[in-house]
């Protein structure tokens, strides 16, 4: 019931908020899918999470106190600052967020409406090992005060735990790695910044053809950004020595056009941005000329049932493509295809270490 000055609290609590892929489609509709490398202009993660932003107040109407949700966004936001450690981008750009990042404000967002019920189709997509165990920890505090959060669904614990190594059948040896393949792609002295975050300081990396690396670190550390350099949609592409296939890029006669003819991408910003399904991106990626596969989350978005059938396929198809170099960016272990045999993983802070593991740890 309205009360003539808003909505009535009990009606403000009962609504369903949804945090899951949708509610990103929706944040991140008027971006564009390289737009995060290019500008750090947009609405910030604090503007996105003021008071007239999660209630859609009109800056301008006059009169109307809105008493019921000042009331509730007081109570929570103290909260959600704290349970989701905000501080720290909350000056950034929401769509130069990783995906990782972008789920934490949306889950504080519809926190933050005072929803009753809270769901997603997987509350814990895009977030790493850490940010999983402190969601779970948050979900509880929840659920004691109330409030129903639930995943595709299920209960956000109706599942087994995501920390736990889930049984792969093993990959074919792959010859082709294991005699030393030619260089599929090299970075060279690579430096990226934005404003005052470092992401990489004076990094290189070559993975030869028939390579298959896990790509591992926490949130925000630079993995989708360090894809974004090999597949050429990062503009700072063009800003270090980089080469594919033995051609530089930028050199006279290399084309972007002719260098991403050879790279198929799997990712979840596409999912969010141009609203691809994983499977239509296997489509297109799976394809005749393809000599490097980046899989940026290749499971994100997807039940549980349908997630071992994209892994099957992608093992199959590499299986039968030795030469193909490899690159799959994952938060579970659960999430890797098959037949993956090294490890990059990036420590989240400049200088700090990066490992590079001639073996997969754990296989």
């Given amino acids: 019931m309205m009360n003539g000055k808003g909505k009535d609290e009990s009606e403000i609590r009962d609504t369903i908020c949804d945090c899951g892929l949708a509610a990103q489609m929706e944040a991140v509709r008027n971006g564009w899918l390289q737009g995060r490398y290019h500008s750090g202009d947009g609405e910030t993660v604090a503007e996105m999470l003021s008071f007239n932003s999660v209630f859609e107040i009109n800056p301008f109407e006059v009169g109307a106190r809105h008493a019921a949700e000042r009331r509730i966004y007081a109570s ?11 501080k720290g981008f909350s000056r950034r750009a929401f769509l130069s967020l990783s995906t990782g990042e972008m789920r934490r404000v949306l889950f504080a967002r519809a926190i933050l409406t005072g929803a009753k019920r809270i769901v997603s189709d997987d509350l814990f ?14 979900v509880a505090a929840l659920r004691q005060g109330g409030v129903m959060v639930a995943a595709g669904g299920r209960s956000a614990f109706g599942r087994q735990s995501f920390d736990v190594p889930a049984k792969r059948r093993a990959g074919r040896r792959n010859a082709v790695a294991e005699r030393g393949g030619r260089v599929a792609f090299s970075l060279r002295d690579v430096n990226v910044s934005f404003g005052k975050r470092t992401l990489f ?16 670190g926490p949130n925000g550390s630079g993995k989708t950004t360090l894809l974004a350099l090999i597949s050429g949609d990062s503009p700072l592409a063009y800003a270090f020595d980089i080469s594919l296939f033995g051609k530089r890029r930028g050199a006279a006669g290399v084309t972007l056009a002719d260098l991403r003819a050879h790279i198929g991408i799997v990712s979840a910003e596409r999912c969010a941005y141009l609203r691809q399904t994983i499977g239509e991106q296997l489509d297109a990626a799976l394809r005749r000329g393809t000599r490097i596969l980046l899989l940026d989350e290749p499971c994100y978005g997807l039940p549980p049932p349908e997630e071992a059938g994209i892994l099957s396929r992608i093992s ?11 690159i799959c960016v994952a938060h579970r272990r659960g999430h890797v295809p098959a037949g993956f045999t ?10 700090a270490a990066v490992r590079k593991v001639g073996r997969l740890c754990g296989e």
């Fill in 316 to 326: 199959a198809w590499l299986d039968s493509h030795p030469r193909v170099a490899a």
């Fill in 76 to 86: 929570r936001r103290r909260f959600v600052d704290e349970w989701f450690e905000l």
């Fill in 125 to 138: 997509d895009g977030l790493d090992v850490v940010w999983r165990r402190k969601l779970r920890t948050i």
């Fill in 342 to 351: 090294h490890e990059l993983s990036l420590a989240g802070k400049p200088n």
């Fill in 201 to 216: 300081r004076d990094f290189s990396w070559t993975v030869r053809e028939g390579e298959r690396w896990l790509l591992k």
